[in-house]
Nanobody, 118 residues
Framework: QVQLVESGGGSVQAGGSLRLSCAAS????????MGWYRQTPGKQRELVAS???????NYAEFAKGRFTISRDNAKNTVYLQMNSLKQEDTAVYYC????????????WGQGTQVTVSS
């Protein structure tokens, strides 16, 4: 069973930066795709950014130019560098790992709160 452990959330003022980390354990291989999603109360979880192993990153429009996703496949870790944070970025951020193979399996982290104040 794969476990995803997120860290790096917290409170920051608008314009500030945070770096989220998500480490995957329990798998003998790197996830096919790792990504970050976020959710606010009453809204659906939405994609922030994702990155295939060895592939090109994909960003939501609101993340382009401000957020950067990166992976360290050797450490089975994915990062999300968030700059120029806005109040509307306040949300719980979730890490997701997708394993493609004979059986496609998705795992989620427990979520980490990001709060951006004015």
């Amino acid at each position: 069973q794969v476990q995803l452990v997120e860290s790096g959330g917290g409170s920051v003022q608008a314009g500030g930066s945070l770096r989220l980390s998500c480490a995957a354990s329990g798998s003998g291989s790197s996830a096919s795709v790792m990504g970050w999603y976020r959710q606010t109360p009453g809204k659906q979880r939405e994609l922030v950014a994702s990155k295939p192993s060895g592939g090109t990153a994909n960003y939501a429009e609101f993340a382009k130019g401000r957020f950067t996703i990166s992976r360290d496949n050797a450490k089975n870790t994915v990062y999300l560098q968030m700059n120029s944070l806005k109040q509307e970025d306040t949300a719980v951020y979730y890490c997701r790992a997708l394993y493609l193979g004979v059986r496609t399996t998705t795992f989620w982290g427990q979520g980490t709160q990001v709060t951006v104040s004015s």
